[in-house]
């Protein structure tokens, strides 16, 4: 945690070097000393320690400064640290103005100069005012904050990017702005481009970056967005339980590893509110966990993880090459898909303007907390719609699930129907889906069209989830490997038609079980053709695969 600061102002040189020096002397283990030698000099560090989140505990300034007097610097600076404590340093012929600025800048006290010796003038007072603000204190989050409008697609693919990598950071809405003092000096402190420019993220360090790129933020954020190393014995793309899966295996198993990931590790998974029914966790678990135990696992044996997209393969004798959509090219012997699923859209009218501003794909976990109170609707009937709706009837006052069918049964698991019925602010509206989606900067309501009546009815909503259903998304392998026409890759004796190996495969052997029509290429988890969808079966997958990518290398020169 930054250390809190005292800041000193005086426009004497001497006296400000002196008096920060005793300052340090005594207290510089637990604070921070600053200095300043005019008032708009001070008031620009307490601008800037703002925009950081660094925290003021005490004021010490002189009285009688050229241009801006002490009593004027601190009404203005504690707009901003209203809990700082503040000591007027001042010359005896001053005594009545700091008297009087007890009231208007609510001094706490004043001091005479000099102030020697400080162990009998200046240290007791000090030690006193830092006790009680120490005991008042309340810590400072020091983390990335985002400041911004709830509606805001941007605002909500940055925060979900940030929760997703489990980077810690505070949101701060500036619809709050009102009745959140917080937000409210954090405005006035920007100026007229950033205002225009939200989201703003203010990094620990002050540095602001106007609604920054996913890629831009991952650099900020610490996340590793290059590869160290040109080459890599094997190159995963995708992150979810299938391509973790396969990470923790080669590289425990002595393969130089490295997984990429352009969104956050833990794939469909890591969206999940609730994983019940993957083995040795008979309470279940959240897919945030399982994602970020899987992470520190694949780390701890050496897995390099990298933040980019995968745009293009290429082959090079034993070579596969990948490149990046930075631009970047890196290069390996066995190269691992298991690049999962995203996402159907809903196209009705409206859906695509308003996604992002109260319409989301999957659960949205970090919107979680402002439905509370409000009505909230999600549309599907798969086990991660029954998920969602269980995860969102903890906060919201009604939770309204949308289905197509007449029933739940085929598509969701029993355990799941048990516990939506047993929750008395869920309602399942069956044979019913959206007809369009209505609101200007967000959403405001829905039409629902119910298949049974033909009807169409218009109902206020402000927020709408969305899981119908996923597509694999490999358009980029198009030219590479063999895929269904859906999109979804071959393997293994998937490739074999007629008793026939597929096309331009020169090796005597066949397929190995998880490798596509390119040897040395493997597919793993649900954008396999033919994979069950499953955590557990993607996990299974990713290891499983790892002994053929040994089989395979075995034999490349
Ligand atoms: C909300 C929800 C709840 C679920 N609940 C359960 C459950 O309770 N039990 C259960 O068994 N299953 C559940 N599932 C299904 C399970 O999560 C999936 O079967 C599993 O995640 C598939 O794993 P995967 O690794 O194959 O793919 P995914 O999890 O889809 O991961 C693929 C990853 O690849 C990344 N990626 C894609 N393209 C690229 C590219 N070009 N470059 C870089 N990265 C790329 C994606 O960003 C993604 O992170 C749930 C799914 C959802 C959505």
Redesign the pocket.
Known sequence: MAKPVLLTVDDDREVLRAIERDLRRKYGSDYRVLRAGSGPEALEIVRELKIRNNTIALFLIDQRMPGMSGVECLSQAITLFPDAKRVLLTAYADTDAAIAAINDAGINHYLLKPWDPPEENLYPVVDELLEDWEAAFPPQFEGIRVLGNRWSPVSHSIKDFLARNHVPYQWLDIETAASDSEVRSLIGLLDEEETRSLPIVILPNGERLKQPSLVDLAEHAGLKTRATEAFYDLAI????????AAAVYGASEGLRTVM???????????????????LGFPTGLT?ADLARRAVVQARRFGVEIIS????EVRIDGPYRLLKLANGEELSCHALLV?????WRKLDAPGVERLTGAGIYY??AMTEAMSTKGEDVYVVGGA??AG??AMHFSRYARRVVMLVRGSSLNASMSQYLINQLKATPNIQIEFNSSVAEAHGENHLEAISIHCAETNEVNKVPASALFI?IG?AP?TD?LANIVERDERGFIYSGPHLTRDGKRPNGWKLDREPGLLETNVPGIFV????RHG?V??????VGE?SVAISFVHQYLSKVV
């Open positions: 793309v995708g992150g979810g339980p299938a391509g973790l990429i990931e352009r969104e956050a590790p833990g794939g469909q998974a890591g969206m999940s509110s609730r994983i019940e029914n993957y897919g980019a997209e995968a745009t298991a690049t999962g699923v995203q999957g659960a086990n991660s998920q969602a899981m996923a998304n980029w793993v988890g649900d954008v994979s969808k499953r955590v557990a079966s993607g990713g």
